[in-house]
């Protein structure tokens, strides 16, 4: 009788195709993705989780990316350009159907293969496939992964993973409604294990479940505990985190104060260019890094270290002119050097407009310095961090100049007592222009780093001049320690409470409390001492 059943549904069958020209349908773990209907789309793709069919991965990557075809007369493809493989097999077709069809993905179906996904990298040989599959569910926490979870918890031997695994299974549970999701001890450790967790995820998770009324008094109340325990670490990460801003802003701003501090300190004057030479600076990266791209592309992740020197020589050349041309002929005479480098502060502006249009332009930054790292609740950026490293080097590169060499005894002699210097025979005008070209050099490379994290535009100056300059007054006229000190606590405190009061509100704080501190010492943080009539 069973022979006759199987004989009389094998002449059914070749009827079929007889009459339609159709294969008979294959019923497998891939035929839902050829129906075309959406709930059967996602059906299959869930079946293919936990199918252990050894093509699931690939065809899922496929249909990630669009690349997974499914003909009407039959049949399931990866299309590839003009290459075609069977999705079911793996093996090349030579000769592939007339008029396929992309399968077409919608949010649920997106959803269904994100979580399948994170389901086949659960099972992977990788531990960091593993984690980050775990980190996904962690996100989702869809209680239809919760059996996936606890599967991989029993079998998970990696320390970190297993970590990552029940913050996973802890946000899963406790997105589950109260009833049958488990006893009040379970959800509790749930809630522990979240709070330990710390984060905005977590923080939304456990506040639903401390508003929740279906809760257990006990949940409930763990939750409210963790929240607030949350909320507290979250403060304190972001107060942290702004710190760290101030002071890549401080740097910046120390790169920038340390020129004017020699001019003003060895000479005595108030550069009002001094901004415009950063943003030349800026544009001196730029123009370095498409000439690397055009002729050298292969140097192009290093062009931000060859602007460095380039820059350098570019600024201090431009300053010895300015003070050889312009400067020498004001000392002695402030409100006209002001004026006049106010001035010149506008032809480079409109200059640079001229050359480069009004519109910014975008520096690129290499490779190996974007991306950030967490420490903690706070993210470093590495172009952050390497310009505060910078910033430092710089410092350090400009105290053996004036400690070690020749130059910096004789600048450090003119700015102590001018007219002693230049009765022991220094050559003031000489130390004057050098030490006017150093200071531009130094505005360059303040334009090397700001590229980084700011826009380049012909008033890029503008935004830093005006910090720079109370940096230089705060912190004692011509002190490097005190540039140091004033930059960054200008950096650091306005960043500081920029989210409490706003932007405009800090500044005019950080203004006054710098006022208030001038009134009582008006030689700054720390005094240039000299041993003249004038000192």
Not at 105 to 129: D, G, M, P, T, Y
Not at 390 to 414: D, P, S, Y
Not at 496 to 509: H, N, Y
Request: hydrophobic share 50%; with cysteine; net charge neutral.
């Amino acid at each position: 009788m069973d022979n006759f059943k199987r004989f009389c549904l094998g002449v059914a069958c070749c009827l079929a195709l007889a009459l339609t020209g159709m294969p008979p349908a294959r019923a497998d773990d891939f035929s839902g993705l050829e129906s075309g209907d959406f709930d059967q789309v996602c059906a299959s793709i869930t079946g293919l989780a936990g199918s252990g069919n050894p093509q699931a991965v690939t065809v899922l990557e496929a249909l990630e990316q669009h690349a997974l075809f499914f003909a009407p007369a039959g049949g399931l493809f990866i299309v590839h350009g003009q290459t075609y493989t069977d999705a079911r097999t793996g093996q090349a077709v030579a000769t592939p159907p007339d008029g396929v069809k992309p399968i077409k993905l919608n949010n649920r179906v997106r959803k269904a293969l994100a979580s399948a996904q994170a389901e086949l990298a659960l099972a992977s040989s990788q531990a960091q496939e593993r984690q980050k599959a775990a980190d996904l569910l962690y996100v989702r926490h869809d209680p239809a992964f919760l059996p996936a979870l606890d599967h991989a918890l029993a079998s998970e031997k990696n320390t970190q993973v297993h970590l990552h695994l029940l913050r996973a299974r802890a946000a899963t549970l406790l997105a589950q409604p109260a009833e049958g999701a488990g006893s009040v001890d379970a959800r509790i450790g749930a809630v522990k294990a979240l709070e330990s967790v710390g984060g905005l995820e977590a923080r939304g998770l456990l506040a639903a479940v401390a508003a929740a009324d279906v809760e257990a008094p006990g949940v409930r109340k763990a939750a409210a505990d963790a929240v607030a325990h949350i909320d507290w670490h979250l403060r304190v990460w972001n107060v942290l985190q702004n710190a760290f801003y101030g002071l890549s802003y401080g740097s910046v701003l120390l790169l920038a104060a340390t020129g004017l501090a020699i001019t003003f300190g060895v000479m005595g004057v108030i550069n009002m260019a001094h901004g415009e030479l950063m943003m030349i600076g800026a544009y001196v990266t730029w123009m370095v890094q498409q000439a690397i791209r055009g002729t050298v592309p292969a140097l192009e992740p290093v062009s931000i270290l060859v602007a460095i020197p380039v820059a350098f020589g570019v600024c201090g050349a431009l300053g010895v002119l300015i003070e050889r041309g312009l400067i020498r002929f004001l000392y002695g005479r402030p409100l006209e050097t002001l004026l006049a480098t106010w001035g010149l502060s506008l032809v480079l502006q409109q200059a640079v407009r001229s050359i480069f249009g009004p519109t910014n332009i975008a520096v690129q930054t290499p490779s190996w310095l974007s991306g950030s790292v967490s420490v903690g609740g706070m993210d470093i950026t590495l172009n952050r961090l390497a310009i505060l490293v910078f910033a430092f080097a710089v410092l350090g590169g400009l105290m053996l100049v004036l400690r070690r060499t020749a130059l910096g005894l004789e600048m450090r002699a003119v700015t102590q007592n001018r007219r002693m210097a230049a009765l022991m025979g220094i050559r003031t005008p000489r130390v004057d222009a050098l030490a006017f070209g150093l200071g531009a050099g130094l505005a360059g490379l303040a334009g090397v780093a700001v590229s980084q994290i700011d826009n380049v535009s012909p008033n890029l100056g503008q935004s830093y001049i005006i910090d720079s300059f109370m940096g230089v007054v705060f912190g004692g006229g011509g002190n490097l320690w005190g540039t140091l000190a004033a930059a960054m606590a200008l950096g650091m405190g306005g960043k500081v409470l920029e989210p409490t009061v706003g932007a405009v509100s800090a500044k005019i704080a950080i203004l006054v409390l710098v006022i208030l501190y001038i009134q009582r010492h008006p030689r700054g943080m720390f005094p240039v001492r000299g041993r003249g009539v004038e000192s």
